[in-house]
T-cell receptor, first 114, second 113 residues
Framework: GAGVSQSPSNKVTEKGKDVELRCDPI?????LYWYRQSLGQGLEFLIY????????KSGLPSDRFSAERTGGSVSTLTIQRTQQEDSAVYLC????????????FGPGTRLTVT | AQSVTQLGSHVSVSEGALVLLRCNYS??????LFWYVQYPNQGLQLLLK??????LVKGINGFEAEFKKSETSFHLTKPSAHMSDAAEYFC???????????FGAGTRLAVHP
């Protein structure tokens, strides 16, 4: 079956612009996660969704970052007023539900802020 | 707070040699432990995981890891390295009952002929 997909695969934007990153999880997976991978910070957790609600947003680095999930499926990560330090690969993952379930990762969106 | 330390950001082995990638964790609750592999320009793929039960866990591609609570370690091993094993390896922990993955900094494995 289809894995986790993310779009776009690459995004170049100018400093100060808003960007939206999309994640399509595996069908039937109720849990969805966003992570960020950057040279300086490694792999960092951003936010976790269970269904459409986000019980853990503790990893969002600032109020410029927000995310939503609709229909228990697609999720969008929005970064407002992008800064150069936002440049990174944004990874989405999904899992069936329970703690300890394997998280399946998408290929990521490489964001470059110029 | 939970954390993961991977000793050695770069490891180089000869083809056919033993692979040993080290991971130590800190967790205030019984952890679930994972090893993921990332090939160049690809996403993360699960190699193996420990949740409960047998402490020696076998994964894909001939890798295995042993959970040692007394040493707070979860080292990854493979008896004989292949060229195709060259990749970056990440150890991760989730505090028991919670899904957020906390990753180590990663170890880049190089395999030379």
């Amino acid at each position: 079956g289809a894995g986790v997909s993310q779009s776009p695969s690459n995004k170049v934007t100018e400093k100060g612009k808003d960007v939206e990153l999309r994640c399509d999880p595996i069908s039937g997976h109720t849990a969805l996660y966003w992570y960020r991978q950057s040279l300086g910070q490694g792999l960092e957790f951003l936010i976790y969704f269970q269904g459409n609600s986000a019980p853990d947003k503790s990893g969002l680095p600032s109020d410029r970052f927000s995310a939503e999930r609709t229909g228990g499926s697609v999720s969008t990560l929005t970064i407002q007023r992008t800064q150069q330090e936002d440049s990174a690969v944004y990874l989405c993952a999904s899992s069936l539900a329970a703690s300890g379930d394997e998280q399946y990762f998408g290929p990521g969106t490489r964001l470059t802020v110029t | 707070a939970q954390s993961v330390t991977q000793l050695g950001s770069h490891v180089s082995v000869s083809e056919g040699a033993l692979v040993l990638l080290r991971c130590n964790y800190s967790s205030s609750v019984p952890p679930y432990l994972f090893w993921y592999v990332q090939y160049p320009n690809q996403g993360l793929q699960l190699l193996l995981k420990y949740t409960t039960g047998a402490t020696l866990v076998k994964g894909i591609n001939g890798f295995e890891a042993e959970f040692k609570k007394s040493e707070t370690s979860f080292h990854l091993t493979k008896p004989s390295a292949h060229m195709s094993d060259a990749a970056e390896y990440f150890c991760a922990v989730t505090p028991g009952g919670y899904n957020k993955l906390i990753f180590g900094a990663g170890t880049r494995l190089a395999v030379h002929p």
